[in-house]
């Protein structure tokens, strides 16, 4: 009998036996925010150069960005090479602001393809910045005429600028605007991983919904494999206008986070 409850004391006291813990919550809670961050910031750098003419040439189409970005934001000094603009922002005077996000940075883009059964373009990041996060990396985006949604394929470092957090990863997601447009917001489906300053993340993403301008997904879930060998599922509800709960499941226990606007 000694020798069975030995065993069983120290079954108890394995690795994750003690179940979801709030110091693990509090970790995971701050790799979401960092990862929507980038995401954020991503989708809106490849919004921006979504508007032209599906159809023509790919040195046409550049230049029909080129003017597009020009117009929106003043502060960007562009330069073209065939199908190609290179970016710097905040370069000239003038606004720097889209969808919320006050960008600095440099910003490569390529149309690679402008057929309406095919649209590509290609970017690269390179210090990209929206005063929240910095990007480093690239993404392919591709689509058609009558498509709803966007297929994005990136691969980034990203950090974040008020204390040095960062992480490093890759993403495969379909994009499509939000119910209120594409001016408030992004829907997206799809799967991210990244290596955090804790270890390998990996998240299955569920009708997610995303503002701009918050730090967080206002609706959807996650699945999120975490290094801590514990798989949470993560839902977000809008509360006000300022204020988002972002709720963590995993063995054995549940936290709730308010999440505010400034993060």
Not at 7 to 29: D, H, R, S, Y
Not at 96 to 106: D, K
Not at 112 to 140: F, I, Y
């Amino acid at each position: 009998m000694r020798r069975v409850m030995l065993i069983l004391v120290a079954t108890l006291w394995l690795p994750g036996c003690l179940g979801f813990t709030i110091e693990e919550a509090k970790t995971a809670l701050e790799e979401i925010k960092l990862s929507s961050q980038a995401s954020a910031l991503e989708a809106n750098s490849v919004e921006i150069t979504t508007d032209f003419t599906i159809g023509q040439a790919v040195e046409q189409t550049a230049a029909e960005i080129r003017d597009y970005i020009q117009s929106q934001l003043p502060c960007a000094e562009i330069t073209i090479d065939g199908a190609t603009l290179s970016i710097t922002y905040g370069a000239r005077p003038g606004n720097c602001t889209w969808h919320g996000q006050t960008f600095s940075g440099s910003h490569s883009i390529t149309v690679t393809s402008n057929e309406p059964g095919v649209v590509q373009v290609e970017h690269v990041w390179a210090e990209l910045s929206n005063q929240v996060v910095q990007l480093d990396g690239t993404a392919t985006a591709t689509w058609d005429a009558s498509a709803a949604s966007r297929h994005v394929v990136h691969a980034a470092t990203w950090t974040r600028l008020a204390d040095g957090r960062s992480g490093q990863g890759s993403g495969d997601r379909l994009q499509q605007p939000l119910s209120d447009g594409i001016l408030v917001g992004f829907q997206v489906d799809g799967e991210r991983e990244w290596q955090g300053e804790s270890g390998q993340w990996n998240l299955d993403i569920d009708n997610v919904e995303m503002r701009w301008i918050d730090p967080v997904p206002q609706a959807g879930a996650y699945i999120l494999q975490t290094p801590f060998d514990k798989d949470l599922q993560v839902s977000f509800e809008r509360v006000t206008d300022t204020q988002i709960r972002v709720t963590l499941t995993g063995p054995r226990n549940s936290f709730s986070f308010l999440v505010n606007k400034a993060g």
